[in-house]
């Protein structure tokens, strides 16, 4: 079975809770506060399986939680900083914000990345003694580990991707210039998931990988047949090699086959649609070359500006050729689509935010006190002295109506609001 798009469940760590003790020894008459810091909670950590190729693994297993961090003890011990869990993925995994859609992180961009962070340690008292406080009896407790849900999206590495109607031989070709073992038969839809291959180009160190993805058929955007499931597998792709059956098996038409397939690719993705082509004419050895239908195909071909290699998978005919032209025309294309991250740290960070998001506010002589447990959590990821920073916790607050509930609670403008040791001046 070839999973490629999944819903998983991620809880980093708690951060364990600060210790209240205070020193007791012999002959040591003010010991002071020794209460030590709680542990970090475990990471959520996705990780590059250079050996797996579908998402398979998460069939069974879609929830992802990572141990808390140990509380902190006496004589200033630090608690134990929780385990990380560490996620393996295929090459090439997408992950996804699950109702917008948005890239968090694209895998192909770096084979390691932290998803969910641990909640922080909370300070022990120690940290509190002052020349006017020496006798601190409270602690800080950790804060909460991200929690978040997460789609995964496998788009294949691959930098040739075999594309065409089902049925035109693309498992074959694929199988005569690489190792890859595709189930081959002579009916439709034989393939039902992309396969991968190496192929050796010549020239020392040279080679590519190639997916031969499973047969478009007309309506295949619109989400017809198997096609529209697979498409996000050329997305990647620098190079298409789009397989024809020139013999006409089945009474197709080739340059109509050409027609259609490009027309779904528009229609998937005008990008896609204008990734370079080389044209496969497959089935040489039982093809007509001197047929209206091969003539009309080659005039159109060069029609488009696109190169084609004739080959039989069959017979072996072309298959070097055909080798040697993607491999030559690779070396001039641009890199690989990397996705980049539509998603900032701070909005990551709001998102992974757990639990209801339950605000209170106070009045304390002057100040208002705003609390919740969300913000606590959430203020931890915040660069108060980045401006980009500081804009996007202030929508925050617009967004969850903070700033609502402290003009009901009777603020002015002037007047000053405290959130968790972070004061500033309201204004409208």
């Known amino acids: 079975m070839f999973i490629d ?11 364990g809770n600060g210790a209240v003790s205070f020193h007791r020894e012999k002959y040591v008459a003010a010991g002071g506060p020794d209460g030590g810091d709680g542990g970090r909670g475990g990471n959520i950590i996705f990780k590059v399986d ?68 641990g909640g922080r340690g909370g300070w022990g008292n120690r940290h509190f003694a002052t020349p006017t406080r020496q006798i601190p009896r409270f602690a800080k407790s950790g804060t909460k580990g991200e929690e978040r849900e997460v789609l995964l999206e496998l788009r294949m590495l691959a930098e040739v991707g075999l594309i065409g109607f089902p049925n035109v031989g693309k498992s074959s070709i694929l199988s005569r210039i690489s190792a890859a073992k595709p189930k081959i038969a ?103 070359k001197d047929s ?26 072309g298959l070097d050729e055909l080798v040697w032209t993607a491999a030559e025309r690779l070396a001039t294309l641009p890199p690989m689509t990397v996705y980049d991250t539509e998603v900032s740290p701070e909005e990551e960070a709001y998102e992974a935010s757990v639990g209801v998001r339950e605000t209170t506010v106070r009045r304390e002589g002057a100040t208002y006190v705003v609390e919740g447990e969300w913000l606590y959590n959430f203020m931890g990821q915040i ?11 202030q929508r925050v607050l617009i967004k969850n109506g903070v700033i609502d509930k402290l003009r009901a609670a009777g603020v ?9 040791d972070f004061e500033f001046e309201f204004v409208y």
């Open 50 to 117: 250079e050996g797996a190729n579908t998402l398979l693994a998460f069939r069974y297993k879609r929830k992802f939680v990572a141990e808390n961090g140990g509380n902190g003890m006496a004589d200033k011990m630090h608690g134990r900083n929780g385990k990380d869990v560490t996620v393996l993925v295929p090459p090439g995994t997408v992950i996804k914000e699950p109702d917008t859609g948005r890239v968090i992180f694209d895998m192909a961009r770096e084979p390691e990345t932290v998803v969910c962070h």
């Open 412 to 420: 002015k403008e002037g007047d000053t609001v405290s959130i968790y």
């Open 5 to 15: 798009n999944i819903k998983v469940y991620l809880k980093a760590g708690d951060g």
């Open 186 to 288: 002579n009916y439709h839809f034989t393939t039902l998931s992309p396969n991968l291959g190496v192929v050796k180009a010549p020239g020392e160190g040279k080679g590519f990988l190639a997916a031969d993805i499973p047969g478009l058929i007309e309506g295949a955007a619109d989400g017809l047949g198997l096609g529209h499931d697979f498409l996000r597998h050329v997305d990647r792709c620098r190079l298409l090699l789009h397989v024809v059956d020139v013999a006409g098996t089945d009474g197709r038409v080739p340059k109509e086959d050409v027609m259609k397939i490009d027309t779904e690719l528009r229609k998937y993705s005008p990008a896609l649609a204008e990734r370079p082509q080389i044209m496969v004419a497959n089935k040489m050895d039982t093809a007509d």
């Open 383 to 393: 660069n108060f002295d980045d401006y980009e920073s500081l804009s996007f916790f």
């Open 292 to 317: 209206c239908e091969f003539r009309d195909f080659m005039e159109y071909c060069h029609s488009l500006g696109r190169d084609v290699v004739c080959v039989s998978a069959v017979t072996g005919e």
